[in-house]
């Protein structure tokens, strides 16, 4: 069904990899420490962005002085304890089995780059993708097209000749910028 394309780059939290609840239940750990409360809703409408990013967001839907980064950190922190006993690979796994070998193949995620590394490995994955760029990798997240424009030019190429898998509008938004074909998986 791809093979038109000459490579595949994936999202990984909610297109790959099942990891929403266990970020959710982290956000709602860290957050309560604080007294600090999140809509669901606006918190899936953030899915793609680093963590610091939403933890901003919160901080500010709260009217609470805080460093993002600090927040990030500790969410990040909770996730890490939680998530390798959680995670679990969804449907669009197979996507990259049957491609595996045969297209070079990136992650490009709003995670940090040693957390997607960690959890591929974790479930056998690693192997199936030529790179990886994390949150950590690229100074504009999305929606801006530069996490995906790293991982066409680290597996070698162009552009308009990758198609994104995707789950969140920033990632599809970013997809476009970065003028790739995508999939949006929600609509699988």
């Not at 490579?7 to 709602?28: C, N, S, V, Y």
Request: charged share 25%; net charge negative; glycine share 6%.
């Amino acid at each position: 069904m791809y093979d038109r394309y000459e490579g595949l780059i994936f999202d990984m939290d909610g297109t790959i990899l099942d990891t929403e609840p266990t970020h959710r239940k982290a956000w709602h750990q860290v957050l309560t420490k604080y007294s600090m409360h999140y809509d669901v809703e606006s918190m899936v409408a953030l899915n793609g962005s680093p963590t610091w990013h939403i933890a901003r967001f919160v901080i500010d839907s709260n009217n609470v002085e805080m460093d993002p980064h600090l927040l990030a950190a500790e969410k990040t922190a909770a996730v890490q304890e939680m998530l390798l006993d959680t995670v679990r690979p969804l449907p669009l796994i197979d996507v990259v089995k049957a491609y595996h070998g045969r297209r070079p193949m990136a992650v490009g995620t709003g995670s940090e780059h040693w957390m997607a590394d960690a959890l591929l490995r974790h479930l056998g994955l690693r192997d199936c993708f030529d790179a990886i760029v994390g949150a950590n990798d690229v100074q504009n997240h999305k929606p801006a097209p530069d996490t995906f424009l790293r991982c066409a030019e680290l597996i070698g190429v162009p552009p308009e000749k990758c198609v994104v898998f995707e789950d969140a509008d920033f990632g599809i938004e970013a997809a476009r910028r970065a003028n790739m074909d995508f999939v949006d998986v929600r609509t699988l």
